[in-house]
């Protein structure tokens, strides 16, 4: 099967980020090549819960050499939380950037409900059923966690933004 525009998508957190590798199929339909999460304990010192999201990132991106990466924008809730966050984004970014020279593209969790499901307002679950429509997904329990499905949410968004999709 030929296809283009792979992209890497993310929904980050230090505790359970999640990851889709998306790409579009020369009849212009959206695939699923990866999906992925990490859980980390929060027993251990950040910089090791850092250090098995980085390793996952790379794998992700060794493995499939994405043209487009995506993920989701964080918001202030709780500064602990927020603060953790930034950690994640920051080393996101460092390793994108240092792995494809790439910009990371953000999209709002409005944004992303909006263009999947067509309402900004939707659930998770809500979400994780359009994602499944999209990717013309058999399985209803594909997706391993919220985080999978998420980011799957986020990476079509993307797709669907651009034009790169029907």
């Keep these: 099967m030929t296809f283009h525009s792979v992209t890497l998508a993310k929904d980050l957190s230090l505790?359970?980020?999640?990851?889709?590798?998306?790409?579009?199929t020369e009849d212009g339909e959206p695939?699923?090549?990866?999906?992925?999460?990490?859980?980390?304990?929060?027993?251990?010192?950040?910089?090791?819960?850092?250090?098995?999201?980085?390793?996952?990132?790379?794998?992700?991106?060794?493995?499939?050499?994405?043209?487009h990466v995506v993920r989701?924008?964080?918001?202030?809730?709780?500064?602990?939380?927020?603060?953790?966050?930034?950690?994640?984004?920051?080393?996101s970014d460092k390793t994108t950037f240092e792995m494809t020279g790439l910009k990371v593209y953000e999209i709002a969790p409005t944004s992303v409900k909006k263009l999947v499901t067509g309402n900004?307002?939707?659930?998770?679950?809500?979400?994780?059923?359009s994602v499944i429509k999209w990717l013309n997904i058999e399985r209803e329990d594909?997706?391993?966690?919220?985080?999978?499905?998420?980011?799957a949410g986020v990476g079509l968004a993307y797709l669907i933004k651009k034009g790169l999709i029907k």
């Design 31 to 67: 695939i699923i090549l990866d999906k992925s999460h990490i859980k980390t304990s929060s027993n251990k010192m950040h910089g090791h819960r850092l250090l098995k999201i980085d390793n996952e990132m790379k794998r992700l991106i060794n493995t499939y050499n994405p043209e």
């Design 72 to 91: 989701e924008r964080g918001f202030s809730r709780f500064p602990r939380t927020t603060q953790a966050l930034f950690k994640v984004v920051g080393c």
């Design 15 to 24: 505790s359970s980020p999640g990851f889709a590798v998306l790409a579009v």
């Design 142 to 151: 594909f997706f391993d966690t919220d985080d999978e499905s998420d980011a």
């Design 120 to 129: 900004g307002k939707s659930t998770k679950r809500e979400v994780e059923k």
